[in-house]
């Protein structure tokens, strides 16, 4: 186990102690722990198969820990169903994106305004997206799956903001993207944060999850080896040497 950097005491939004997920005989996490404060960007980072994906399955409640407790804003919320998180203000992006092809720009951001508080300002919450990526405004017609990748992405994004959350997750959202879009995409990402939106992020783009995070865990075969500053990461000799290629 590396030792763990320290870290300026912040006030959590979301605690996690302990947790543990079992997929039949295979154990995906083995006890991990970390906090995301409110009002940052935090990234979970490792290698493929760390356990990073099923850890915000686990949060968003599409898996049932085996032990373990999950917190959002002191709210013990472990084994909540994903319409119970969603409707507290946590909003989980996937990887792959998971839109509806065949419906267009605008029915795929409308279905994302599930919780009732979303619902009762919807029109506000299109405005808001499309102040974000404007170039949804001008395809909110088009159907979903005949978008490019990048702007894909962007309606992922806006169906997830259109919940109103507190917390929005995103699993490997520069997966596939061209290195231009992978940059204006963390830039967005940065504005989403800067409006008051606290990101967990899932990214094994190493170099680019630290320039915009303020804090980061590395997972290894299920355990967080590693928690710091991001800052402070990018100079530690192992994250340089087995994440940065450096």
């Known amino acids: 186990m590396l030792p763990m950097l ?3 005491p912040m006030l959590p939004m979301l605690e996690v102690v302990g947790l543990q997920v079992v997929y039949g005989d295979v154990q995906a996490l083995w006890g991990v ?3 995301v ?3 940052r960007i935090v990234t979970l980072l490792g ?3 760390a356990g990073k994906t099923t850890t915000l399955r686990a949060l968003s409640g599409l898996v049932r820990p085996r032990s373990g407790r999950i917190r959002f804003e002191g709210r013990d919320v472990t084994g909540l169903a994903p319409h119970a998180v969603v409707a507290l203000g946590v909003s989980h992006i996937p990887e792959g994106r998971h839109l509806w092809p065949g419906m267009t720009v605008l029915e795929n951001l409308e279905l994302g305004a599930f919780p ?4 009762r300002r919807r029109r506000e919450g299109l405005e808001r997206v499309f102040a974000l990526f404007p170039r949804l405004r001008e395809r909110h017609r088009q159907l979903a799956g005949t978008l490019s990748g990048g702007e894909q992405q962007m309606v992922a994004i ?3 903001l259109m919940a109103r959350p507190r917390l929005l997750m995103l699993d490997e959202p520069s997966l596939g993207l061209a290195p231009l879009v992978v940059a204006e995409l963390f830039e967005t990402i940065v504005r989403i944060n800067a409006d008051g939106v606290t990101v967990l992020l899932v990214e094994q783009n190493v170099h680019q999850a630290l320039r915009i995070a303020h804090e980061g865990y590395v997972l290894e075969t299920g355990r967080i080896v590693i928690a710091g500053p991001a800052h402070d990461l990018r100079e530690q000799p192992y994250v340089k040497e087995a994440y940065l290629g450096l």
């Open 116 to 119: 009732s508080r979303a619902r």
């Open 47 to 49: 290698a493929n198969g």
């Open 33 to 35: 722990d970390f906090t």
């Open 158 to 160: 806006g169906r997830a």
């Open 37 to 39: 404060p409110a009002g």
């Open 6 to 8: 320290p870290m300026p």
